[in-house]
T-cell receptor, first 110, second 109 residues
Framework: NAGVTQTPKFQVLKTGQSMTLQCAQDMNHEYMSWYRQDPGMGLRLIHYSVGAGITDQGEVPNGYNVSRSTTEDFPLRLLSAAPSQTSVYFC?????????FGEGSWLTVV | KNEVEQSPQNLTAQEGEFITINCSYSVGISALHWLQQHPGGGIVSLFMLSSGKKKHGRLIATINIQEKHSSLHITASHPRDSAVYICAVNSGSNYKLTFGKGTLLTVNP
């Protein structure tokens, strides 16, 4: 039982490049979410999904895309990276009131 | 939108001291979470509370629903407790969380 697996751990992108952060969970949780964590701010919700085929925007969705084709996977796509997207990204999955986080992805956009 | 405030922002203690971190929120909630994040590390859930008090080892979490306030206590603190402690709340029946900015705890030997 791996929990929530997030890749890559570290990534450097050039402005304008696109990339996908992968997130997978093996707990059969319906609810999955992506957050970004910036210095001096709490975690902020980017996108979330309440089940396969269903996604919705969170607090800071601009510049990001998600899809949920299976219960297990919830990838986050950066369409055209900008320096403002330099951040630490966390994927999470939830069941009831229990939440599990991935290890985080440190992304730098230069 | 629920506002979540944590205090203090930074806390330095000597090994063995009793630690208290506070969390206040502005709107009624269905659940409150205490999370731990070590430097450069992932986030781990410590407690989920909807009422009363929970204890796990040296950690104790309490919540007062009427006062919209929760506390996380660490007894006999140890350097390995050094981490950021984050309070997060569920305001409704969905899974969305609102997070505090975190409290950076440093425990010196």
């Amino acid at each position: 039982n791996a929990g929530v697996t997030q890749t890559p751990k570290f990534q450097v992108l050039k402005t304008g490049q696109s990339m996908t952060l992968q997130c997978a969970q093996d707990m059969n949780h319906e609810y999955m979410s992506w957050y970004r964590q910036d210095p001096g701010m709490g975690l902020r919700l980017i996108h979330y999904s309440v089940g396969a085929g269903i996604t919705d925007q969170g607090e800071v969705p601009n510049g990001y895309n998600v899809s949920r084709s299976t219960t297990e996977d919830f990838p986050l796509r950066l369409l055209s990276a900008a320096p403002s997207q330099t951040s630490v990204y966390f994927c999470a999955s939830s069941f009831g009131n229990t939440i599990y986080f991935g290890e985080g992805s440190w992304l730098t956009v230069v | 939108k629920n506002e979540v405030e944590q205090s203090p922002q930074n806390l330095t203690a000597q090994e063995g001291e009793f630690i208290t971190i506070n969390c206040s929120y502005s709107v009624g909630i269905s659940a409150l979470h205490w999370l731990q994040q070590h430097p450069g590390g992932g986030i781990v859930s410590l407690f989920m509370l909807s009422s009363g008090k929970k204890k796990h080892g040296r950690l104790i979490a309490t919540i007062n629903i009427q006062e919209k306030h929760s506390s996380l206590h660490i007894t006999a603190s140890h350097p390995r407790d050094s981490a950021v402690y984050i309070c997060a709340v569920n305001s409704g029946s969905n899974y969305k969380l609102t997070f505090g900015k975190g409290t950076l705890l440093t425990v010196n030997p």
